[in-house]
T-cell receptor, first 114, second 115 residues
Framework: KQEVTQIPAALSVPEGENLVLNCSFT??????LQWFRQDPGKGLTSLLL?????REQTSGRLNASLDKSSGRSTLYIAASQPGDSATYLC?????????????FGTGTRLTIIP | DAGVIQSPRHEVTEMGQEVTLRCKPI?????LFWYRQTMMRGLELLIY????????DSGMPEDRFSAKMPNASFSTLKIQPSEPRDSAVYFC?????????????FGDGTRLSIL
């Protein structure tokens, strides 16, 4: 059974600093990995999706990497801003044709201190 | 462009009552997902549909839970009878079909409290 872990559960960083969020998964037979952010009282917003054949994806100040063999992914946020404060979740999709299920981590709650 | 729309946003009801949660996916999306989120268990997939057909309902906790998708633009999640342990935030998400898997788009959720 796939297990997805995100450590730490919470992180506080001064504004302007670069930071890395971690995600690890136990079964490397994945199809893709997604990073989401969740604001309080809101649903999840997809940030980046990395296919299993890719090593990284970038969007603005965000860069996500994937090392499938070691079961790890990182989300790098450059020049952090108070608006980046949210809970960040990673999720993996199993490598089964037609299987759309995602397994989520429990998230890292990020606070950017002005 | 309208996102995934869920209703109601909040629901408070007494134990034993029937609860119906509603979801309108993004137009053109052919996969729909129901999730439940709690502090203790995080985000759990309950059921998902592809082209209006239930594909995997292994996450549905008990027979008290049922879900339907009568057409491509509407789905319901029903709990009957409801219990206090069903209190959670319920999310609906949808995704489109493409050469590469499309990301899931989430609604803002229904916060359910069973007294």
């Amino acid at each position: 059974k796939q297990e997805v872990t995100q450590i730490p559960a919470a992180l506080s960083v001064p504004e302007g600093e670069n930071l890395v969020l971690n995600c690890s998964f136990t079964d490397s037979a994945i199809y893709n990995l997604q990073w989401f952010r969740q604001d309080p009282g809101k649903g999840l917003t997809s940030l980046l999706l990395i296919q299993s054949s890719q090593r990284e994806q970038t969007s603005g100040r965000l860069n996500a990497s994937l090392d499938k063999s070691s079961g790890r992914s990182t989300l790098y946020i450059a020049a952090s801003q108070p608006g980046d404060s949210a809970t960040y979740l990673c999720a993996v999709k199993k490598a089964n044709f037609g299987n759309e299920k995602l397994t989520f981590g429990t998230g890292t709650r990020l606070t950017i201190i002005p | 462009d309208a996102g995934v729309i869920q209703s109601p946003r909040h629901e408070v009801t007494e134990m034993g009552q029937e609860v119906t949660l509603r979801c309108k996916p993004i137009s053109g999306h052919n996969s729909l997902f129901w999730y439940r989120q709690t502090m203790m268990r995080g985000l759990e997939l309950l059921i998902y549909f592809n082209n209006n057909v239930p594909i995997d309902d292994s996450g549905m906790p008990e027979d008290r839970f049922s879900a339907k998708m009568p057409n491509a633009s509407f789905s319901t999640l029903k709990i009957q009878p409801s219990e206090p342990r069903d209190s959670a935030v319920y999310f609906c998400a949808s995704s489109g079909q493409g050469l590469f898997n499309q990301p899931q788009h989430f609604g803002d959720g229904t916060r359910l409290s069973i007294l």
